[in-house]
């Protein structure tokens, strides 16, 4: 690859989102030199903690930083909450890339205690409409309308997407929907992602509710390769799956756009744990594997994950896997063995 100098926007967020970016950026450092990567990284402000101070979760000068980069890591950020509050810190910069595919993948870790070990699937969750369209509304005083907006043309793409990532898998795709109540808008969802798929010869598709899925992860979740399905259906479905392999707080995401990429763990900002140095880094390290293998580097991307598996099967692990290391420890620990 051709040497380059990349800028990444960071944006530590909120609650434990300083300390598990910071254990990331250990392993960042570690990964920039053993590979030869030149990478410029630049702070950013952004949720709830600059609400006061800017009067937004994503001030303007943050903006500028995020377009003048080539992607971001993101910590967890702490949503506001009610009518007339912000909209999301992370589903504002999800729209403003058009980072239309969130690939959260999920998989059986060695010395982490999920129900299976032999799990391997990854949720392809469409990240610009759906349940998420921001339609939501009084009728009147006693009536609230939300929307799932569902185009053709932003389901074929999410269906291209996850069929593209499923050929150099098992080329299995799990189509998930909702379509025996939404008759309308989700059956356009499954016929656009099957069309979507039409030209891929010797995959096995297959299509499943949102409901019967949420138990047959539970049930055989060895049986899965890619799921993709609509925004809210993969928020939930994601934070089950985490669980079904030990933990929300060891999986990554990556939201993709065609220019654009932004890197996080799939976790909220846990603010009852902010500053003890106690929380899980592994989702936001997970999530830097993601961006290398992004950028290119396959490589690179393997040893985070090979550094990963070594400190869970050595038990550096923190309190939520039962271990007893500190987050900073479990950064220090994977950025030594990169
Ligand atoms: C996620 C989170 C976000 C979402 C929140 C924090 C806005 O739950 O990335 O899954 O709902 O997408
Ligand atoms: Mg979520």
Redesign the pocket.
Known sequence: MKARVWKVTVLPGDGIGPEVTQAALEVVDAVNSRFGIDMELADGKAGLNCIRKYGTNLPAQTVRLLKSSDCAIKG??T?PEGKGSET????KI?RMFDLYA?VRPVRSMPGVRGLRDDIDLVIV?E?TEGM?SGIDFMVDKNTAVSAMVITRKASERIGKFAFELAKKRRKHVTIVHKGNILKISNELLRKSIEKAGKSYRGFKVDDAHIDAMSQWLIKNPQDYDVIVTE??F??IL??EAAMVVGGIGTSP?ANIGSRYAMF?P????APKYAGQDRVNPVGTIMAMKMMYEWMGYERAGGAIHKAVDMAMKKGVKTHDLGGSSRCSEVGKYVASCI
């Not at 999301?88 to 589903?91: G, P």
């Not at 799939?266 to 900002?269: F, P, T």
């Open positions: 967890p950020m949503t999301s810190a992370a589903v999800r969130n969750r990240n998420y925004n809210l993969g928020d994601s934070d995401s996080e799939i976790h909220g900002s």
